[in-house]
């Protein structure tokens, strides 16, 4: 079996009596772009700066190549490293920035020349060698910090909320930058968030923190359309939550009841499924098909609430809120006002009941 490139195993942090991050196992592929997504708190930015050195595990092991890097100083490590603050020196240009990891490490001052040329052409910033950080724009100086993380050719960058100080269409811009520079040097990135559209726009694979754990790990599109919990399906995309009774369940199936004759059959299972128990339905609001025969044998009865350009805000018999989107313009639409009773109903396989 192949040696995994980057491998934590068990990392425990914990601060007094308050535990930051449990039981974190995670391997990482070389080449790989993974995101630590979650909220604030969640362990996803104490759990990459035990990878950097910054912190020391409480328990845990984190082996590079197969080889522990614990006892290997943060400075030893070889790791790059971009913050959320730029963290660019004031009184340096953009080019002796780059080159200031390359001094430490002694290099010639030929190599380090080159090397600053091609760091800023990888970046995109030819022609901004001599500006000092104070004339060049928030995204500029993030592209700098970039390229200074990487002038030393790490095995693995970390980046730790890099563009959260950005305004979102510059914040845009600089994914695809980032994106772009990992397809062009393959280098290894770990990059934290709590935005899920930046990290279902860079990432090759993400890892979903809660709480000082990993609720889950997968690709993009893995964790939307099978989210193994509901912390992971309430993060990740928009999802309409009901209340349900287990009708009876087997083999990671049930077969659900949500009042009112409503009975749906064949939907996946998540957790301790016991037939009579209350569980949650999640639906995502893209997927619920919306019909005007309310008067059908299937499909759950629902009025309409309210009407947008792509929503319709319906509200069940029990009372509970649930949000239909349509395409953009859906002629549906026109049709529907508020006060009106529709039918809503749903591919079994598209939901998830959680117990």
Do not use: W
């Amino acid at each position: 079996m192949t040696q995994p490139f980057l491998q934590i195993k068990g990392i425990k942090k914990q601060y007094g009596p308050v535990t930051a991050v449990q039981n974190v196992d995670l391997q990482v592929e070389r080449g790989e772009f993974l995101t630590f997504l979650g909220p604030s708190g969640s362990g996803k930015s104490t759990t990459l700066y035990i990878l950097a050195g910054f912190e020391d595990p409480t328990a845990g092991d984190i082996l590079l190549d197969g080889k522990s890097i614990l006892s290997t100083p943060s400075h030893k490590r070889n790791i790059g490293m971009v913050f959320q603050r730029y963290t660019l020196f004031p009184h340096l240009s953009a080019g002796e920035n780059i080159a200031f990891p390359l001094k430490v490490r002694r290099l010639p001052k030929a190599e380090i020349d080159t090397k600053v040329k091609e760091m800023l052409r990888l970046v995109r910033l030819d022609g901004f060698e001599d500006r000092k950080p104070a004339q060049m724009s928030g995204g500029q100086q993030q592209r700098v910090a970039l390229a200074r993380a990487l002038a030393y050719d790490p095995p693995i960058l970390l980046m730790d909320e890099p563009l959260s100080a950005l305004d979102k269409k510059l914040r845009e811009e600089i994914q695809y930058e980032i994106r772009r520079i990992h397809q062009q040097t393959e280098v290894t990135i770990l990059y934290v968030t709590h935005d899920q559209e930046e990290a279902l726009r860079l990432s090759d694979r993400i890892a979903v923190f809660s709480k000082g754990v990993i609720d889950q790990i997968g690709t993009g599109p893995e964790l939307y359309a099978d989210p193994r919990t509901r912390f992971v399906a309430e993060f990740i995309g928009d999802s309409d939550f009901l209340s349900c009774d287990l009708v009876s369940a087997s083999e990671g199936q049930a077969k659900i009841s949500l009042g009112n004759g409503a009975v749906f059959d064949r939907i996946p299972v998540h957790g301790t499924a016991v037939a009579g128990s209350r569980a949650s339905l999640m639906l995502r609001p893209e997927r619920i098909r919306l019909s005007r025969d309310h008067n059908g044998a299937s499909g759950l009865a629902a009025k309409v609430s309210d009407i947008t350009n792509v929503h319709v805000m319906t509200e069940t018999v029990s009372g509970e809120k649930l949000a239909v989107r349509l395409p953009f313009g859906n002629a549906a639409i026109g049709g529907i006002s508020r006060g009106d009773l529709v039918s809503l109903d749903f591919d079994p396989g598209s939901a998830r009941v959680f117990s």
